[in-house]
């Protein structure tokens, strides 16, 4: 057993991660459930070979200094992997994310239609979110495509670690790794205002430090594109408000309600043919109304705003769930277990 015959078999049964720990078989994820390769455990012999595999001398030294390591990683013939590589009890592990070598374009992955729109603005913050494994990197991957097949611009991605490999197109695209170009996402972020960019993707804004350069790029003149692990466009906004300190917090509201231009929230659920899974959005587009609602801090009511903005391509999780529902995609149960309000579809759909 090697590291490229597991990474055959997680790609011949179109799983979505490998896992590899002690006293367990290598287990992959096919449509969001985890299932083993083997009948075989692994050994702890076992993981720390196949975790040697993959990383050179320096990076096995960071892994045992620092107890975990992220990396992207590529295999001639068998595609490119992002990785995050632990320690626990002692033992190696590591679970090996697949990224396709082809970059999806918007239309492929079947967002809604007003992505398009919102990645050709040309200044201000659009934010995507979800769960952990929802695709929110693939949605950003789609509209930075978007925008090097359209614009002459510069783009600067921050990634952590790099994904989808962007080939320049009408654009210059560069792309920087947290760890191995950039020390961290704040340093690599106040460069990037020195660097000429016109796009800038932070791929996690993960701290209120992060939060605030991204604020001040998207306000001086950059279209800024990150991702938070809230659901919803509600959540989203007060997350970011809540970062910071209640002195501060008004300001940042005036500041949100200049420069968000969007929220795009996803989830992805299992078919109900069992053939993949289908992607939910609920998209909010930043309207005046949305805007006065974010700057007076009535977020509460951004909701209603949504279900009736679909002249401005806006629609809620619980309407694309019931979408779904209706044209047969998801189950019944899948409907109700993701839904934001329970009780309000039930009596919409007559259950």
């Given at each position: 057993m090697n590291i490229n015959s597991l990474l055959l078999t997680t790609i011949e049964r179109k799983a979505s991660d490998l896992h590899i720990t002690v006293a367990v078989p290598p287990m992959i994820r096919i449509n969001g459930n985890l299932e083993a390769i083997n009948e075989a455990p692994l050994t702890p012999s076992d993981t720390e070979a196949l975790v040697k595999e993959i990383l050179t001398?320096?990076?096995?030294?960071?892994?045992n200094n620092q107890g975990?390591?992220?990396?992207?990683f590529s295999q001639h013939g068998l595609g490119r992997f992002r990785v995050n590589l632990f320690k626990q009890r002692g033992t190696y592990s590591m679970v090996l994310r697949t990224v396709p070598l082809k970059v999806p374009t918007i239309d492929e992955l079947k967002l809604p239609p007003v992505v398009k729109e919102l990645s050709r603005k040309q200044r201000g913050l659009i934010l995507v979110t979800g769960p952990t494994g929802s695709g929110k990197s693939t949605t950003?991957?789609?509209m930075i495509d978007s925008i090097n097949r359209e614009r002459q611009c510069?783009?600067?991605t921050l990634e952590d670690?790099?994904?989808y490999l962007h080939k320049h197109q009408k654009s210059i695209v560069n792309q920087r790794e947290i760890g191995n170009d950039s020390y961290s996402f704040v340093n690599a972020l106040r460069a990037a205002l020195r660097q000429d960019p016109d796009v800038i993707l932070v791929g996690e804004m993960r701290d209120l430090e992060t939060i605030s350069i991204a604020i001040t790029a998207a306000e001086t003149g950059h279209l800024v594109l990150s991702t938070l692990h809230t659901l919803g466009a509600v959540k989203t906004i007060d997350r970011i408000i809540d970062v910071f300190p209640p002195h501060q917090q008004q300001q940042v509201r005036v500041q949100l309600s200049s420069i968000l231009e969007g929220v795009i929230s996803q989830q992805l659920l299992p078919r109900v043919d069992g053939n993949g899974r289908v992607g939910a959005f609920e998209v909010m587009t930043a309207t005046s109304a949305i805007k006065n609602l974010i700057r007076e801090g009535k977020t509460h009511q951004i909701q209603t705003s949504i279900q009736t903005g679909i002249k401005f391509g806006m629609q809620t999780m619980d309407g694309a769930l019931i979408d779904l529902y209706r044209s047969g995609m998801i189950s019944q149960e899948i409907l109700l277990t993701q839904s934001y309000d329970q009780?309000?579809?039930?009596?919409?759909?007559g259950f």
């Open positions: 001398e320096a990076q096995f030294d960071q892994l975990e390591l992220d990396m992207s950003l991957a789609a510069h783009v600067l670690p790099i994904e009780e309000v579809i039930k009596r919409q759909l």
